[in-house]
């Protein structure tokens, strides 16, 4: 087992959808590890002069006063644009504007959150973005606090390749080739994976991804199962009792609640 699960975190954290400040800051991700998230969930990207960025999304338009891709600005530019431009607060005011809320590099989140752990997804298929990735983690001596995750095959074979002793998810293409290898029955033959985590919807459409059965299987083989957006307390019921290790959620105070109930470490 990888060190990223030791102690093995349980509720994961979407940045890019706080609550109480706009996401893609700072201030969001203290107040999630605050309120009891063990990982916070980070995309990562470029920006024009090639600093690696944590923004959710390529592009910015709904994030702030500008409009464009993030690789269009150099970082200083998208330092200087306000990142709580576009949160709206609990009475649908744009009460955060003006505030110095400002967009992150990898590198502040590293340094400002020195014994925190983060699933960080590389967001374009890029050679160089990883390459500059891998640095910033050994720069950084963060191996053991981050899973890697990338829908693309090449991004992760690199990671696995220069980062052997880090976690990593099944691409998008490895999801499905698991839920096939399930449905054929010949993941019963299979000796064990490359990836530590299978991060994953619930379903997609009348295909479920997580169920009881399949995440008896990657057990059996070692994988962690983290499950995408559970809404509510009966669906995160539900998945709790398929098996599921992990919860990536927006709702912090929901599964701490939860897990309190199942007298659960937390």
Not at 222 to 230: A, D, Y
């Amino acid at each position: 087992m990888k060190p990223f699960f030791t102690p093995e975190p349980v509720v994961f954290f979407n940045s890019a959808s706080s609550k109480k400040y706009p996401g893609n800051t700072i201030k969001a991700v203290e107040e999630a590890f605050t309120e009891g998230a063990e990982v916070v969930c980070l995309n990562i990207q470029f920006s024009k002069d090639k600093i690696i960025m944590a923004i959710s999304e390529t592009i910015i338009d709904n994030l702030c006063e500008s409009k464009g891709l993030v690789s269009d600005f150099t970082k200083d530019e998208l330092k200087s644009f306000d990142a709580g431009y576009s949160f709206r607060d609990n009475n649908g005011e744009f009460s955060l504007r003006d505030k110095n809320y400002r967009f992150m590099t990898l590198e502040e989140i590293l340094s400002t959150f020195p014994d925190k752990k983060f699933n960080i997804t590389i967001m374009t298929k890029d050679t160089e973005l990883v390459n500059s990735y891998v640095s910033i983690i050994q720069n950084y001596n963060a191996y053991d606090r981050v899973l890697t995750s990338s829908m693309y095959g090449k991004n992760i074979k690199l990671v696995r390749k220069l980062l052997p002793q880090c976690a990593t998810s099944f691409t998008f293409a490895g999801i499905l080739g698991v839920y096939a290898l399930f449905k054929s029955g010949l993941i019963y033959f299979v000796k064990g994976f490359k990836a530590d985590a299978y991060q994953v919807p619930e379903a997609i459409g009348a295909s479920y991804l997580s169920s009881g059965a399949i995440i008896e299987q990657l057990h059996r083989k070692g994988i962690k199962i983290h499950i995408w957006n559970v809404s509510d307390k009966i669906q995160l019921k539900r998945v709790f009792e398929a098996g599921a290790d992990g919860f990536m959620i927006d709702d912090i105070a929901m599964v701490r609640d939860f897990l309190s109930q199942q007298n659960c470490r937390f």
